[in-house]
Structures are given as structure tokens and as C-alpha cells.
T-cell receptor
Framework: EDQVTQSPEALRLQEGESSSLNCSYT??????LFWYRQDPGKGPEFLFT???AGEEKEKERLKATLTKKESFLHITAPKPEDSATYLC??????????FGTGTQLKVEL | DTGVSQDPRHKITKRGQNVTFRCDPI?????LYWYRQTLGQGPEFLTY????????KSRLLSDRFSAERPKGSFSTLEIQRTEQGDSAMYLC???????????FGPGTRLTVT
């Protein structure tokens, strides 16, 4: 069964203080690792898809990387508007996504 | 707005009542998924449609839950004889044929009293 573990559960940063979120996974035949952002009371918003080890994707202050066992979401010089829960998910042999429990990020002035 | 839409956004019901939720996909997307999310957890997969065919169902989907996607367009998720444990956010997601990315709607928040 596919499994995703995210750490830390919560992270508090000062504005401009860069950090990384971790996503460890076990899956039979990875067919995609996905990062989403979720604001309170809203549906997840798609950020990135990574398919193979060594792949990297960037968007504004966010960069996602992938190894054979884990993915990192690097946040460079975060701003308060980056505050949200960041979810990691994997797709294995079926059609469903298996999600982790997320990292709740708070960026303070 | 060309994104995934869900209706209603909020539903409060009494235990034992039936409820039905609707999802309207992005127009060119033929794949549709239902997930359930409780507080502090990630979304959990419930069921998957390709066009009008329901191809995959989770063990979480008890016989009180039924989903349909007539004509391969909008989908409905019905919960019969609701229980307090059904209280959650019900999320719909859709994807096209060119990629695996799933795009989520805003969700329906169900509260069973």
C-alpha cells in the first residue's frame, strides 16, 4: 500500500527565512509525486508534479525536488502570503492519489 | 470560472438523513475523483470515474455511499442514513487525458448533527 509521510507537521518562519519541507514516500511504481497548497476551508491548489529522481520544478519562491525515497519543497525568502498547508501526494499503480497529512506553514512579519 | 465547481459549499444535516453533493468538472476533463478530508488529515480517495464508468472504489466507500456520473459530465455523491462520522470536507477533483495532475474543487463541508 502506498504511504506518504510529511515533516514537520507545523513550521513557523520569519519573513525571508528560507526552509524546506520533507515528503517521504513508499510506492509501487511511482507515476508521479504531487505538491499542493491548501488554504483553510478551500480545496487543494496544484503546484508541481515530479516524475523521476533528480527532477526539479520551480515556481516563484518554491522549488520542488525528488529522490527515490523523498521529495523536498524548498521555500526561499518566504512571505506571509505563503502561509498555508502544503500537501504531498503520490500516484502508484492505480488512479488515486495518496496524500500525506501536510505541513502547516506560518510565515510571520 | 472554468475550474471545478461543487455545490453546495456547506451542508448541515441531522443524523439519519440523506444528502447529495454535486461536482461539475473542468469541461474537457474526462476523469473525475471524489475524496474525503477530515481536520488535520490529507484527502482520502473515495472513488474514480473515467467518463461515465466508475472504475475504482475505496474500501472507505461503504454501502451507504453511492456516486454517479451520468453522460460523463457532472457527478453526484449521495450519502444515505448519515452518521456523525460522515462529517468531513468532500472534495471533487478532475484530470484530463494528457497528464496525471488532479485539479480540485472548493469542496463541500458536511456537518452531521
Amino acid at each position: 500500500e502506498d504511504q506518504v509521510t510529511q515533516s514537520p507537521e507545523a513550521l513557523r518562519l520569519q519573513e525571508g527565512e528560507s526552509s524546506s519541507l520533507n515528503c517521504s514516500y513508499t510506492v509501487s511504481g511511482l507515476r508521479g509525486l504531487f505538491w499542493y497548497r491548501q488554504d483553510p476551508g478551500k480545496g487543494p491548489e496544484f503546484l508541481f508534479t515530479l516524475y523521476s529522481a533528480g527532477e526539479e520544478k520551480e515556481k516563484e519562491r518554491l522549488k520542488a525536488t525528488l529522490t527515490k525515497k523523498e521529495s523536498f519543497l524548498h521555500i526561499t525568502a518566504p512571505k506571509p502570503e505563503d502561509s498555508a498547508t502544503y500537501l504531498c501526494a503520490v500516484r502508484g499503480g492505480g488512479n488515486k492519489l495518496t496524500f500525506g497529512t501536510g505541513t502547516q506553514l506560518k510565515v510571520e512579519l | 470560472d472554468t475550474g471545478v465547481s461543487q455545490d453546495p459549499r456547506h451542508k448541515i444535516t441531522k443524523r439519519g438523513q440523506n444528502v447529495t453533493f454535486r461536482c461539475d468538472p473542468i469541461s474537457e476533463h474526462n476523469r473525475l475523483y471524489w475524496y474525503r478530508q477530515t481536520l488535520g488529515q490529507g484527502p482520502e480517495f473515495l472513488t474514480y470515474f473515467q467518463n461515465e464508468a466508475q472504475l475504482e472504489k475505496s474500501r472507505l466507500l461503504s454501502d451507504r455511499f453511492s456516486a454517479e456520473r451520468p453522460k460523463g459530465s457532472f457527478s453526484t455523491l449521495e450519502i444515505q442514513r448519515t452518521e456523525q462520522g460522515d462529517s468531513a470536507m468532500y472534495l471533487c477533483a478532475t484530470s484530463g487525458t494528457s497528464g496525471y495532475e488532479q485539479y480540485f474543487g472548493p469542496g463541500t463541508r458536511l456537518t452531521v448533527t
